[in-house]
């Protein structure tokens, strides 16, 4: 897609009617599993409405562990919604998995918004650096882009007994 028109689909960090509609039809196929190891919908609740709302996301991998960014940053619906819901929210790839998102520190951002905009060529319009960087570049726009880390109940399991060995 071309970055003009892409920017313009979601002017001021809001999607316009057009991005709304392809971003409808987007979850729908990203819901049923197509690529369903990058390609994901986040179901999350409304915070004033209370309903599921769903937003279509590409998910990176980074040494096995998965995570959700937000290319335009963390004044967006989807962002507000899941700190209303305390990180709560339903992925859906082919599969329905009830997750938890956490926020990850800045510090650790620049190597997964890396293997995030090379996934999502979509995103580079808005994320305002090379996907060829290196990751000091990434360091200096880490702190503008939020990163959310995908945990399940295995993987928060997994985490409070390696905590505990320590």
Request: glycine residues 6%.
């Amino acid at each position: 897609m071309l970055p003009d028109f892409t920017r313009w689909l979601y002017r001021g960090n809001r999607p316009n009617a057009l991005a709304r509609a392809m971003n409808r039809v987007s979850a729908v196929l990203h819901s049923l599993g197509i690529a369903r190891d990058y390609l994901v919908t986040l179901e999350v609740t409304g915070r004033r409405s209370g309903r599921a709302i769903s937003f279509p996301l590409v998910m990176a991998v980074l040494d096995g562990e998965r995570f959700l960014v937000s290319m335009l940053g963390e004044d967006v619906a989807w962002v507000r919604n899941l700190a209303a819901a305390g990180g709560r929210a339903v992925l859906r790839h082919g599969v329905t998995e009830s997750v938890r998102l956490e926020e990850i520190p800045v510090e650790r951002r620049p190597r997964v918004l890396k293997e995030y905009l090379r996934r999502a060529p979509g995103a580079r319009p808005h994320v305002p650096i090379d996907k060829d960087a290196p990751l000091t570049e990434f360091a200096k726009i880490a702190p503008r882009i939020p990163v959310f880390r995908v945990l399940t109940d295995a993987t928060e399991a997994s985490a409070a007994r390696a905590a505990t060995r320590q």
